[in-house]
């Protein structure tokens, strides 16, 4: 994975050399999306349903996400994260418990436009990212039943995640005003670890999962002048009117 990420990197500084762009861009942009995350748990799945419960987990979720970030100098420095997460609710066959499986997570980004174009752009970009996933187990049953145990019949445990992801987002804004986004994610998930209680032989959980994300923008890019786009009445020859030349 850390060859792919600097693979990435270099993709990234080769596509804007070779798209030509010189001028620098700055601003910022506000971003608030609706997303759909794929990731297949087959192993927890299947030890869920040989437990008893079911239906087995779709591996997909979705909701509300929310990012933002600044622009200087063509790189985009920012923050994502999902705020409101889909959950599924599986039922027990062998008790009256039922569980509400769910999780979310967040980080930082770090990108760079390498093509802006009347309001259009494009950005490739690399996030870092912490979350979690959680497993909520309640149990129908009388008041009275409840406080007699209350620990016994609800208990909760999760595990933390910490994932490394490539992206890219691309869109168009109106006016560099606000505008429409279409995000892409392949996340990479190299640690998972239970908390809430000690565990022993967890699930094997898989590593990979992909996100789409349509999001609305608010903000602008501004666009600067090339560095190289204006020569001054210095470095022109003799004779010539002592005025700025733009080529």
């Not at 999780?103 to 870092?128: A, K, N, R, T």
């Not at 022109?236 to 005025?243: C, F, I, K, Q, R």
Request: aromatic share 14%; hydrophobic share 40%.
């Amino acid at each position: 994975m850390k060859k792919a990420l600097v693979l990435s990197v270099l993709a990234v500084s080769l596509f804007g050399t070779a798209a030509g762009y010189g001028a620098t861009l700055s601003g910022g942009i506000w971003r608030m999306g609706f997303f759909v995350d794929y990731c297949a748990q087959q192993t927890l799945s299947d030890t869920l349903v040989a437990a008893g419960y079911t239906p087995a987990l779709s591996g997909v979720s979705y909701g509300m996400s929310l990012g933002g970030g600044g622009i200087g100098g063509n790189f985009y420095l920012g923050g994502w994260g999902t705020v409101i997460s889909s959950k599924e609710v599986l039922k027990s066959s062998t008790s009256a418990r039922t569980l509400t499986y769910g999780g979310g997570f967040g980080g930082v980004e770090f990108g760079y436009i390498p093509v802006y174009s009347g309001g259009f752009f494009l950005m490739p970009s690399i996030s870092v990212l912490w979350g979690g996933i959680g497993l909520s187990f309640e149990t129908n049953m009388s008041f009275a039943n409840y406080l007699a145990n209350p620990v016994e019949f609800n208990p909760v445990i999760g595990a933390n995640t910490f994932s490394l992801s490539v992206g890219l987002t691309t869109g168009y804004l109106f006016e560099d005003r606000a505008g429409f986004l279409l995000r892409l994610q392949y996340i990479y998930t190299p640690s998972m670890s239970w908390s809430g209680v000690v565990l022993s032989d967890v699930p094997a959980h898989n590593q990979h999962s992909f996100l789409a994300a349509i999001e609305l923008a608010f903000g602008g890019i501004i666009e600067g002048k090339s560095a190289s786009s204006e020569i001054e009445a210095d470095d022109l020859p003799s004779g010539l009117p002592d005025e700025p030349y733009v080529q």
